[in-house]
Nanobody, 121 residues
């Protein structure tokens, strides 16, 4: 079992920044990819960014490239979000899987409870 706990969500004005963190605990060896997904009201969950190890490989959704940065230190993954806009408002979920990064949420083995990001215009 793996537990994922997110933190760092909140309310920010458009153009502002937030940093999300996700700490993994439990039987994490072998789950080498950590990722962020998000779900906005009335929309399906979508891939945001992922990072894998041992060679740090990152993947980003086109909508966040150049604004979001994913990083990882041990079993904690961080998503630095800059230049936020109202379209970024959603519940953000951390997820973990074995193998390389994937955009398909169904391939991830464990999920966090989510953290709300609200962006005011």
């Amino acid at each position: 079992q793996v537990q994922l706990v997110e933190s760092g969500g909140g309310l920010v004005q458009a153009g502002g920044s937030l940093r999300l963190s996700c700490a993994a605990s439990g039987r994490t060896p072998g789950y080498n990819t950590m990722a962020w997904f998000r779900r906005a009201p009335g929309k399906e969950r979508e891939f945001v960014a992922a990072i894998s190890r041992p060679t740090p490989t990152t993947n980003y959704a086109n909508s966040v490239k150049g604004r979001f940065t994913i990083s990882r230190a041990a079993n904690t993954v961080t998503l630095q979000m800059n230049d936020l806009n109202p379209e970024d408002a959603a519940v953000y979920y951390c997820a973990i899987k074995s193998g390389p990064p994937a955009w398909n949420s169904g391939l991830y083995n464990y999920w966090g409870q989510g953290t709300q990001v609200t962006v005011s215009s």
